[in-house]
């Protein structure tokens, strides 16, 4: 079974146990939230940890109930930097490899701050970014760990928090064929329970992989990131489908 996953932190509770336990069965390789889409489309991955988006472009994908990535609240890692008062914002830099924190960010600013800025995909590189923008999102691992100073900092989490009062659902296990994902199921689920008996040691590692103090990454992992789906959940997904659609981002 080939495996496919993001590469950035907030996912490593739900992979590392391919890593760190041989699981022969399994082939996990990592792209971009937009590659993995491509890839499952391709059939060159039969499941992978995507962004939910990719369920509104592309009806004939199915989603694994209770796993994902999800959080109530700030995110710390999908953050908007803007160089002007956001209802001065014209321009918006977007890293277009993630297509739900794209979509996230244009209904922040519409529901939250009723702008809509022309919007540039750009490679995600603070300073690159902010010399063609007003303002930049990114998110990841480089989300977490940009510097701000000097900038408005919004966390879309929080804001999407604020709008809503419900969870953001980011990335979830998803296939095309539904019998690979029942399949992948007990894995997946293996997986997750390995990752969460094991943030301290995850959280270390990482920390030394991408220089951040591991307090940071421990917290990041426990206590903002959560991994496991319920309703609220899934009424913070069709929420997000329902203010897409209210923007003629989705059909």
Known sequence: MKIGSVPYLNARPLVAWFEDVPTPEVEISYATPARLVEQLLAGAV??????????FEHPELHLLPGLGVTVAGAAWSVRLLSR??????????????????????RIVLADRYNIR????????????????????????????????QGLIDLDLGAEWWALTGLPFYYAGWIARDRAALTAAAPLLNTACAY??????????????????????CYRYLAEIMHYQTGDA?????????????QLEMVA
Request: contains cysteine; hydrophobic residues 45%; charged residues 25%.
């Open 46 to 55: 039969d499941v992978a940890m995507v962004s939910t988006y990719a369920l």
């Open 84 to 105: 002007t008062p956001i209802t001065e914002m014209r321009t918006l830099a977007l890293d277009a490899h993630s297509r739900s924190t794209t979509v996230l960010a």
């Open 117 to 148: 800025p022309t919007c540039l995909s750009l490679p995600p590189d603070r300073d690159a970014m902010l010399a063609r923008a007003d303002a930049a999102v990114l998110i990841g691992d480089i989300g977490l760990a940009v510097d701000a």
């Open 195 to 216: 990752g969460l008996a094991h943030l301290e040691a995850l959280a270390h590692r990482e920390a030394c992989r991408l220089h951040l103090p591991y307090d940071r």
């Open 233 to 245: 959940e899934v009424a913070g997904l069709q929420e997000f489908r329902r203010r897409a659609a």
